[in-house]
């Protein structure tokens, strides 16, 4: 297992075209969060699944934003209409259940540009 | 999550021992807490956590005052690897971390 996967590692597109990014996490955990990332601050968290149940999402996460993860592995975060404050590292991590004394894997994340 | 406060920033030397400061003076007798770190274009990652006891692992070590309301991130010999954004974060339940700002370590050759 090489840790969380997230692809693309870029994505630069213009304002209102819709994106969608990929993570695939370690394959034994059951939980998977994304977050967003702009410059100089920390991660802020977007959603959360355990398995394929989209347990909690962040008031950040607005109607524009969907996360999916149908089969309890990959998961997906779409931004539709995209603009330019949507631009940010986003970034997935995984964690065996939802004990809060684990670690999360963090991936290396997706950098969208919105011009 | 309770809050964590760090410096915004700390400068040390290689091969010398680094302590970052975290005051967290509202924790919980529930919170744990976690130091994760993240290098320049790559994602966070775990360092160490403790709930009452100071830890020690193969990356740091973790000393937790006796009354927990601080703690301290010890990298026993500095590289220029470790040169890197440290969060010191609160956790008292299974969902998602709630990051600060976090600590710029400045490593000087």
């Known amino acids: 297992d090489t840790g969380v996967s997230q692809d693309p590692r870029h994505k630069i597109t213009k304002r209102g075209q819709n994106v969608t990014f990929r993570c695939d996490p370690i394959?034994?955990?059951?939980?998977l969060y994304w977050y967003r990332q702009t410059l100089g601050q920390g991660p802020e968290f977007l959603t959360y699944f355990q398995n394929e149940a989209q347990l909690e999402k962040s008031r950040l996460l607005s109607d524009r934003f969907s996360a999916e993860r149908p089969k309890g592995s990959f998961s997906t975060l779409e931004i539709q209409r995209t603009e330019q404050g949507d631009s940010a590292m986003y970034l997935c991590a995984s964690s065996l259940s939802g004990l809060r004394v684990l670690g999360y894997t963090f991936g290396s994340g997706t950098r969208l540009t919105v011009v | 999550d309770a809050k964590t406060t760090q410096p915004n920033s700390m400068e040390s030397n290689e091969e010398e021992p680094v302590h970052l400061p975290c005051n967290h003076s509202?924790?919980?007798?529930?919170?744990?807490i976690h130091w994760y770190r993240q290098l320049p274009s790559q994602g966070p990652e775990y360092v160490i956590h403790?709930?009452?006891s100071n830890v020690n692992n193969r990356m740091a070590s973790l000393a937790i005052a006796e009354d927990r309301k601080s703690s301290t991130l010890i990298l026993h010999r500095a590289t220029l690897r470790d040169a890197a954004v440290y969060y010191c974060?609160?956790?008292?339940?299974?969902?998602?971390?709630?990051f600060g700002k976090g600590t710029h370590l400045i490593i000087q050759p």
């Open positions: 974060i609160l956790r008292d339940s299974a969902d998602g971390l709630t």
């Open positions: 394959s034994e955990h059951n939980r």
């Open positions: 403790g709930l009452t």
């Open positions: 509202t924790i919980s007798g529930t919170d744990y």
